[in-house]
């Protein structure tokens, strides 16, 4: 396991900022395909992200972009328009070198809608998105979600979408907070994906809260991380939090959180899982296994 940082902790740093907090701080991070109300920084932008990254060895994957679209939608023109977007987002990170590309299922649009055909309408989204992924040389990954109306709240769900798509370069995305506030058991959650697990999200949860400051819930951080060690999950933990007030402070404190149960786990020797993950290419990534941030980090 490698601690990686989201784009979406530093929400107030420039992409080339965050690059090089994320490169001397952690092993690796995650680029955040979004709109701003400037423009779209990662499009716009290329060849300065890839300068700054240029600079760089760490692990690096890409969320996809998801505001105000749905893979998961009836409306052909809507599932058409956010099919592209996606597609744009997984060129980008080819571009960009990332090995992994985070997408959102989608929604079920209304109530009058079966979720049938939410579903069917998601897995041709994401079959098209696969045969893009491949050909640009990027693994796609399927994020659990949370609330009534979304689509692929629990594994069973997210395996038979897996199962219909038909592509072993379709993973998961597991978000641990998406977890807890469904009420679901994490490690029913790792045990059914194990095998597919491409990414992980973590932030903490409490109530109806997701992405907050590790701390800042009442989410079991050790038990997680047992999971992933007994899963013998061996790629990035992407801290995913929201600290609206200094989004700095608020990763620094997570991170702290972190370090000490990776190094823990890491310490213990890493368990080989039941089976290669399908599609996963054998790349363990610069300092794999590394957890060595510059800022201070607390005793065990």
């Known amino acids: 396991m490698q601690l990686a940082i989201s784009h979406q902790v530093l929400w107030n740093f420039s992409v080339g900022t965050f690059?090089?907090?994320?490169?001397?701080?952690?092993d690796g991070m995650e680029l955040v395909d979004e709109p701003k109300p400037h423009g779209w920084e990662l499009r716009e932008e290329t060849?300065?992200?890839r300068d700054a990254l240029s600079t760089t060895n760490s692990r690096l994957?890409?969320?996809a972009t998801y505001r105000d679209l749905n893979l998961g939608s009836i409306n052909r023109a809507v599932r058409?328009?956010?099919?592209?977007?996606?597609?744009?987002?997984?060129e980008l990170a080819n571009l960009f070198g990332a090995e992994v590309v985070t997408v959102h299922p989608g929604?079920?649009?209304?109530?009058?809608i079966p979720r049938a055909d939410s579903v069917i309408a998601l897995i041709h989204s994401l079959k098209e998105l696969a045969k893009?992924?491949?050909e640009n040389g990027v693994l796609l990954s399927l994020e659990n979600m949370a609330g009534s109306k979304k689509l692929c709240k629990t594994a069973p769900e997210m395996l038979e979408v897996f199962s219909a798509v038909g592509a072993d370069?379709?993973?998961a995305t597991i978000d641990f907070s998406h977890v807890y506030l469904m009420g679901i058991s994490p490690r029913r959650t790792v045990d059914a994906l194990r095998k597919k697990l491409f990414n992980i999200h973590l932030s903490d949860s409490r109530g109806g809260s997701d992405h907050l400051s590790l701390g800042g819930g009442i989410m079991n951080l050790a038990e997680i991380f047992d999971l992933l060690h007994e899963a013998g999950y061996k790629r990035s933990v992407v801290l995913e939090t929201w600290y609206?007030?200094?989004p700095l402070k608020g990763a620094i404190s997570s991170a702290q959180a972190m370090v000490p149960l990776i190094k823990k786990r890491l310490s213990q020797g890493l368990p080989s899982p039941e089976g290669e993950e399908s599609g996963v290419p054998k790349h363990p990534g610069p300092g794999a296994g590394a957890v060595t941030p510059n800022f201070p980090v607390p005793a065990n």
């Open 107 to 112: 929604k079920i649009a209304g109530r009058k």
């Open 47 to 49: 060849k300065s992200v």
């Open 244 to 246: 609206s007030k200094d």
């Open 19 to 26: 690059i090089k907090f994320a490169t001397e701080n952690f």
């Open 61 to 63: 994957t890409l969320h």
């Open 132 to 134: 893009h992924a491949e």
């Open 169 to 171: 370069n379709i993973g």
């Open 80 to 90: 058409e328009l956010s099919v592209s977007e996606a597609m744009r987002s997984i």
